[in-house]
């Protein structure tokens, strides 16, 4: 299973290795583990903060002196700019990775990115495809802070999460009855009864909750209260209320960064057979150094046409195989398995590109040959 504290390792890595020095620090989420109530939690409030009924009657989390209603990124981000003026600046990551500059009177930059959480929502155990290109950009978006004259970076999270295989394994819980202001998928908030089957029933005095509500009730495994759902943060598991902040300091930009070169070879300039084994060589960029980074590259196999004629196969080497994705450390080979389509003959080119830009590293021109 994967949960925050591996997504945080493997940040943590993907820092480090661009000379990063990066420390982690442990830290209990707040309950309920919903993404309004955990991110309005991170706002500089100086402990003005609590959670109230709002007009609906829904559970609304609101932070400062006087307290004001922060439910969505936009009030969020207008708690920011009014804490601080023109000293800070608030963007998506989308934003700040296509524009990434600031005044120089700004002292604090707030970047915020709910790409896991969405890759997670809206597919399930799926979208785990997709958190190794989400982990990239906020590599991205941390080194852009860091050529824009930030030298210090926290990252912190509003929830972690519980990921199922398949929809039935969380069983099934039955809703307990009672008056829930908040009903989640793993956890309810308002007045209920005394324990049922499957459930716990907590005091939220007892578990850090303000407001007017007086329990608060998940399920005693990791199940739901919804049907069908292999991912879920609103519950009370450690995977879902442990979390992990990361403090990052920067190296200040004395000399231009080391990059890594990468070469493909094959022994000749046809293949007699639909698996050829390619070489993958990572050169460092400056031999006077060992600092150059892991590069990253994915794969494309492409036919005469522009068309998709292959595919890379299973490696040690590959990271994430439904993105074709290769990471190879500086200094090393890699022998790579390409899996050219049965219905295809003639020259195709294998194609290394940068899987951020898109720009590409290297191209290696091929012929079928293949024996009678």
Same mark, same amino acid.
């Given at each position: ?132 290109? @989400?982990? &990239? ?6 080194? +852009?802070?860091? =050529?824009?004259?930030? *030298?210090?970076?926290? %990252? ?100 231009? @960064?080391? &990059? ?6 094959? +022994?000749?300039? =046809?293949?007699?057979? *639909?698996?050829?084994? %390619? ?94």
């Amino acid at each position: 299973m994967r949960c925050a504290s591996s997504l945080a390792q493997e940040l943590s890595a993907l820092l480090s290795e661009q000379g990063a020095t990066v420390t982690t620090q442990a830290y209990c989420a707040q309950l309920p583990t919903s993404t309004p109530i955990g991110m309005s939690v991170l706002l500089p409030h100086d402990g003005h903060w609590t959670l109230a009924a709002a007009a609906d009657d829904k559970v609304e989390p609101q932070a400062g002196q006087p307290y004001t209603a922060v439910p969505t990124a936009a009030t969020r981000d207008q708690f920011w700019e009014r804490k601080f003026g023109d000293r800070v600046r608030v963007f998506t990551q989308e934003e700040w990775l296509a524009s990434p500059t600031v005044p120089d009177a700004v002292g604090l930059l707030v970047i915020r990115s709910s790409d896991l959480d969405q890759a997670g929502e809206n597919n399930g155990i799926a979208g785990l495809e997709q958190f190794p290109r @989400a982990l &990239r950009a906020v590599r991205r978006a941390v080194l +852009a802070a860091g =050529a824009a004259g930030f *030298r210090e970076v926290v %990252i912190a999270t509003d929830h972690g999460f519980v990921l199922q295989p398949t929809p039935n394994d969380g069983a099934l819980v039955p809703t307990p009855p009672g008056e829930w202001a908040m009903k989640k998928v793993r956890s309810l908030l308002g007045r209920g009864l005394d324990d049922t089957p499957g459930t716990v029933r907590l005091e939220t005095k007892q578990v850090g909750i303000p407001g007017p509500w007086p329990h608060f009730v998940v399920p005693r495994s990791l199940g739901s209260f919804t049907r069908g759902r292999t991912y879920a943060h609103e519950g009370l598991s450690l995977a879902e209320v442990v979390l992990p902040a990361l403090r990052v300091q920067l190296p200040a930009p004395n000399r231009p @960064a080391q &990059r890594t070169r990468l070469f493909l070879r094959y +022994a000749k300039t =046809a293949v007699t057979t *639909r698996q050829p084994m %390619i070489t993958a060589e990572a050169v460092a960029g400056d031999q006077l150094y060992d600092e150059s980074p892991p590069v990253e590259f994915r794969i494309t196999v492409l036919g005469s046409e522009g068309q998709v004629v292959g595919q890379l196969g299973s490696h040690s080497t590959v990271v994430d195989i439904p993105g074709q994705l290769v990471r190879l450390p500086a200094g090393e080979l890699a022998r790579l398995p390409i899996r050219l389509n049965e219905a295809y003959e003639g020259p195709f080119i294998i194609r290394a590109s940068d899987p951020d830009t898109q720009v590409e590293l290297f191209s290696l021109p091929l012929q079928t040959q293949y024996e009678l």
